[in-house]
Structure formats: C-alpha cells, structure tokens
C-alpha cells in the first residue's frame, strides 16, 4: 500500500487504463470487465481489477491535471510494478481542421510546467511509448477507427488565455495529464500512452454536452481495451 492507493500489490495489473474521472472508471468496470473488483476508494480515486475478454486489467482514476496524474501514475509504477498505464481523456482542439469526436493518440506532449524539471527531466517535450502506440494505431485499422497521431499540449491552466505559442511545437490540442505520466513512464523505465477524444473546438467553439461526452468516449475506451489485449 502507498499513501495514495489501499490496494494490494496483487490486487493490480501491470496494464492499466486510466481515466481522469473516478466516476469513468467505476462506468468502465461495470461495462467492461467480468469478475471486476475495486481495490482502491481512497480519497474517491476509485481503481477496479478484472477480465476484459480474458486480460486482467486495472482501470484507475488520475484525477485533474499533471500533480495528480504524478502522484498515481508515479506510485503504480513504483510500488505497484505496473509495465504499461494509458490514460483516456478529453481535449480541446487548437484547429478548425479537427473534428469533435476526432479521437487523437498523443505522439509526444508539450508542456511548461514545472513537473519534470522537480523529477530531473529538463525538457519541454517527451515522448509516448511508441510501443504501445503502435499497437493502438493497428487496432484501430482492423476496427475500421480513425486515429490521428499528433502532438498534444499539457497544461497546468484550464482557462488559459493565449495558446499560440504551443502551434509551433506542432501540438493540434490541449490537455492536462500527459506529461507527468509521460515523464514517470520515462524516469522509471515504463510505457505510457494516451488516447483523447475532441470534445471542444477553440477556434470554432463548438462543444460537445455533458451526455454528448458521456457518449463519445465509447469508441475510445473500446479501442484502448481492445489494444490492451495484446500488451
């Protein structure tokens, strides 16, 4: 057990999926997974263990934003001898050529916080397992999905106000959880990836509804666990 998890070692996979909202976790086990069980509630981050089609899987909240992503994904790494977390989420988009419901696998995240420099990684950029993105990309192909693969950029201000900085590091859209899952992933020798699912459009301003984005994020949590299957 660490500070931050009640689970057992045992009681986790060395893959996990990863959303940002507890809520989604609880949604994906009870969908998803046969013979689940949840093995952390502390503080509400909830994290469930079972079967997707025969593959033990944890799916596992991260909460809002790179400090607590850090903190989750850096103790699963570490204590909990996790190989593989991807997280799942929504983004905004920095361009009209980008479609809601566009689902985007992250090629390398952008950010200025300060989060790697704490963890002794100077660099603005990181990459993603390639990895495990490749093996997304070909499920995708044999699901008939489209999926880009694109910069992102990770941001620690929700309403920031100017973005165009972060178009010339080729980031189509905006996050906030990548790089510190990124960076732990890249400090202790692990793979991370994430897929995201445009649901805003800050140039055209189009936004998906609440029940809209409760909808959209299907196809990309059945990609995802359809990609676990062959980690």
């Known amino acids: 057990m660490t500070i931050h998890i009640s689970a057992k070692k045992e009681d986790i996979s060395n893959i996990v999926i990863m959303p940002g909202d507890p809520l989604r976790a609880k949604l994906i086990a ?55 977390i991807i997280r799942i989420g929504t983004m905004g988009s920095y361009t009209n050529e980008l479609n809601l419901f566009d689902l985007i696998l992250a090629d390398k995240s952008y950010s200025n916080t300060s989060y790697g420099k704490n963890m002794g990684y100077h660099e603005n950029n990181i990459e993603s397992s390639s990895k495990i993105n490749d093996i997304i990309e070909e499920t995708g192909k044999k699901c008939g999905i489209n999926i880009l693969r694109r910069n992102i950029h990770c941001t620690d201000t929700f309403y920031e106000k100017d973005y165009s900085e972060f178009l010339n590091y080729g980031c189509i859209g905006v996050e906030m959880e990548t790089f510190a899952l990124f960076t732990n992933a890249k400090l202790l020798n692990k793979n991370a990836s994430a897929v995201l699912t445009v649901t805003d459009n800050l140039v055209t301003k189009e936004k998906l509804t609440s029940e809209e984005r409760e909808q959209s994020t299907i196809k990309m949590i059945e990609l995802v666990l359809d990609s676990a299957l062959n980690l």
């Open 30 to 84: 009870e969908r998803y997974l046969e013979n689940y069980k949840l093995i952390n509630s502390t503080r509400n981050m909830f994290g469930y263990t079972g079967f997707y089609k025969n593959k033990r899987i944890t799916v596992m909240a991260s909460g809002m934003g790179n400090a607590s992503m850090g903190i989750y994904s850096y103790e699963l790494f570490n204590d909990y001898d996790v190989d593989y």
